[in-house]
């Protein structure tokens, strides 16, 4: 059974992800920031993670740089619904830092399903 990290700072986005990817028969843990998520990573290592890239402490970004720089590297689906004013899309930058996709919220549970077992 592949295991699913899922990050992101809001609890119904994170229970809501956990419920549909639990129910897809996937092993699911939640963590709702980047220290939090770099923690569960290293105490049991995930096949892939789901990141939220915007979110308050240790962003999105951060985070994904850090992953990256593990060497058991897992795939990692970066998600955002949004961007700061002046910034831009963090979508294009999350895969010039090493993420495998990006999805924009709001997304289907099935894209994220299917981009799931594309990468898995």
Known sequence: ????????????VRLMLSTCLGRAGFDVSEA???EEALKINAATPVDLIVLDLLMPGMEGLETLMSLRKNRDRPRIIAISGGSSPGVGDFLPA???LGADKTLK????????????HELL
């Open 105 to 116: 919220k709001p997304f289907h549970n099935d894209e994220l399903i299917e981009a799931i």
């Open 1 to 12: 059974m592949s295991r699913i990290l899922i990050v992101d700072d809001e609890p119904q």
């Open 94 to 96: 999350a895969l010039k």
């Open 32 to 34: 709702a920031d980047g």
